[in-house]
């Protein structure tokens, strides 16, 4: 979508309405040759694996930063967990104890970070 000098517009819109077609699910202008497989491989409905129903092009995206089952590492021990998991299993995990070398205290590990200020 840009602008045509008036000059070349009717040959513009010839070209076009013989070549390129609105996707009647994005609006996008494709090419008439191509709107099958841009339909196949974004619009078709695909099934994560979390069972949400979604478009093929939207699937990437929500894999990486809204599937509640995927990959994420606790911080505390760097163990691979699903996303949904993950926040049980580091309230477990961030309660264990470590004994400081410093002190000798037993610290939380969630506290681990900050202990060093407050230390002997």
Do not use: W
Not at 25 to 52: F, G
Not at 100 to 112: A, F, I, Q, R, W
Request: net charge neutral; aromatic share 4%.
């Amino acid at each position: 979508k840009k602008d045509i000098p008036a000059a070349n517009f009717i040959i513009h819109e010839i070209h076009c309405s013989r070549n390129i077609e609105v996707c009647s699910y994005c609006s996008e202008s494709i090419p008439k040759s191509e709107m099958k497989n841009h339909i196949e491989s974004e619009h078709v409905q695909v099934t994560c694996k979390c069972r949400m129903k979604m478009e093929n092009g939207l699937l990437k995206d929500h894999e990486a930063s809204s599937c509640p089952l995927r990959p994420a590492l606790c911080q505390f021990c760097d163990i691979p967990l699903t996303f949904n998991k993950l926040q049980d299993h580091e309230v477990y995990c961030g309660a264990r104890t470590e004994t400081c070398g410093g002190c000798g205290h037993n610290v939380m590990v969630k506290d681990l970070k900050e202990h060093p200020r407050v230390c002997g």
